[in-house]
């Protein structure tokens, strides 16, 4: 059995017996292939590099526009509780408007049916005959806008149990009135300023029974779902809102629907 010749025992055995030319030449070549493998790979290194700093960059923007679109989100949410807020200032401005000019209206009757007006003589009496005998006006009746009235500058006065008790009265006796549905909707306001949110629910659900077609039904189902919102029942919120949305897709409600359901589902 022949003995094994180390490899590198033959290299130095064929490099030897190669003329010296051509073994500087073949040097010569796998030097310029070293190199050129090392400007490869220096190159690609640069390109490393550089896209690690576009990488960066990128992160760097992402993460500005992640904080502006928080901040939009957080300024569309600041603007839907000002309109809500704006829209319930309004309310209350129109039906005082409504009751001054109620009230007027009323004052300038009294003061043109009176006996004094019509020249029959001192107002507040009548001629009961030749006796000459006076007999008392009979005292005006407590009328509708003014129990209606009363109730709702308690609410304004944050008086919401005398408030609760005034707009009851109201529709006690005044169920037919137009304001009855109006009634409801501040009672159900009351129980919510006071963070008695399933008993404003339940005036909510009696306007929107009573009263589907009323003012104040679409704010009606507005409170509500925010009612269920305040508990913690999303499931509850999200379909209050979503029947709002189906039913009354003008209402300025339905915007502040559409926002209180995306805020819910960023919350998920």
């Not at 004052?107 to 107002?123: E, H, K, L, M, Y």
């Amino acid at each position: 059995m022949k003995p094994k010749v180390p490899l590198a025992a033959l290299i130095v055995l064929l490099a030897g017996s190669l003329p010296l030319a051509a073994v500087k030449k073949d040097t010569k070549m796998i030097l310029d292939e070293i190199q050129k493998l090392a400007d490869s790979v220096a190159s690609l290194n640069e390109k490393v590099d550089a896209m690690a700093a576009e990488l960066a960059g990128l992160t760097k923007k992402s993460t500005i526009s992640d904080e502006r679109i928080g901040a939009m989100s957080r300024s569309q949410a600041d603007m839907a509780q000002n309109r809500e807020d704006l829209m319930l200032n309004m309310q209350f401005f129109k039906e005082e408007l409504n009751d001054i000019k109620n009230s007027l209206s009323k004052i300038n009757d009294r003061i043109t049916s009176s006996p004094a007006a019509a020249g029959g003589g001192t107002a507040g009496t009548v001629d009961s005959g030749a006796g000459g005998v006076k007999a008392a006006e009979p005292a005006i009746s407590q009328d509708p806008s003014s129990i209606y009235y009363a109730a709702y500058s308690d609410y304004i006065k944050e008086n919401f149990d005398l408030a609760i008790e005034g707009f009851r009265l109201y529709i006690q006796q005044f169920r037919d009135s137009p304001l009855a549905d109006n009634s409801l909707y501040w009672i159900g306001e009351c129980y919510f300023s006071q963070k008695k949110f399933k008993e404003a629910i339940g005036q909510f659900n009696e306007l929107i029974l009573n009263y589907p077609n009323g003012d104040k039904a679409a704010a009606a189902y507005l409170k509500k779902g925010i009612s269920f919102m305040e508990m913690g029942k999303k499931e509850e919120a999200l379909s209050a809102f979503k029947l709002l949305i189906n039913k009354y897709p003008l209402e300025e409600e339905t915007k502040i629907a559409q926002q209180k359901i995306k805020d819910i589902q960023s919350e998920k």
